[in-house]
């Protein structure tokens, strides 16, 4: 069965500290994508990134990265030098009969000035 | 600008109402998707279509209803038959080209059901 597990429900950081939020999924697919999303509080989810299973080159988009490792299935995401505005819930997600989106319970991250 | 828009972003109804839900979407998407969050959760799918006229199930179905008559318009109702409809309800599409379906989903700001 499709799972995504986000074992980190609450992190806080102080401004410009680095964070890395923890992604482990469970699939019997062979071929895969996996998402991130941010929800802000205002409480649209943000697409941040797609990943598909072939590809396990990290991702970096900014000060944001994403680590990919099968062999341990996690997709990682680290947020370096943390502002104010990356206060949200940040969600990892995983497809399961192609179209529907399995969401992990989500990770609260505040940073505070 | 091309995007989702839900209407209203909060919503009151009394136990026992039928509400429903506004989703309209001008990405020129096929697919359209119901969730519903509740506080501390991840989101739940209720209901999901991928073409106009066309939609299933999704892990939540069971007092909610959908219709898909346009390609732009997905509403969700919530009957009285819903145990406990309080909760946070996101609308989402996305598209389908070149018969891929693992295309990201783009979300509605939401809506915020409160039964009183």
């Known amino acids: 069965a499709q799972k995504v597990t986000q074992a980190q429900t609450e992190i806080s950081v102080v401004e410009k500290e680095d964070v890395t939020l923890d992604c482990v999924y469970e699939?019997?697919?062979?071929?895969?994508?996996l998402f991130w999303y941010k929800q802000p509080p205002s409480g649209e989810l943000v697409f941040l990134i797609r990943?598909?299973?072939?590809?396990?080159q990290n991702e970096i988009s900014g000060r944001y990265s994403w680590n990919f490792q099968k062999s341990t299935s996690s997709f990682n995401f680290t947020i370096t030098a943390s502002q104010v505005v990356d206060s949200a819930v940040y969600f990892c997600a995983l497809p399961r009969n192609t179209d529907k989106l399995i969401f992990g319970t989500g990770t609260r991250l505040q940073v505070f000035p | 600008d091309g995007g989702i828009t839900q209407s209203p972003k909060y919503l009151f109804r009394k136990e026992g109402q039928n509400v429903t839900l506004s989703c309209e979407q001008n990405l020129n998407h096929d697919a359209m998707y119901w969730y519903r969050q509740d506080p501390g959760q991840g989101l739940r799918l209720i209901y999901y279509?991928?073409?106009?006229?066309?939609?299933q199930k999704g892990d939540i179905a069971e007092g909610y209803s959908v219709s898909r008559e346009k390609k732009e318009s997905f509403p969700l109702t919530v009957t009285s038959a819903q145990k406990n409809p309080t909760a946070f309800y996101l609308c989402a599409s996305s598209s389908t080209l070149a018969g891929n379906s693992y295309n990201e989903q783009f979300f509605g700001p939401g809506t915020r059901l409160t039964v009183l």
């Open positions: 279509s991928q073409i106009v006229n066309d939609f």
């Open positions: 990943r598909n299973s072939f590809d396990e």
């Open positions: 699939t019997r697919d062979t071929t895969y994508y």
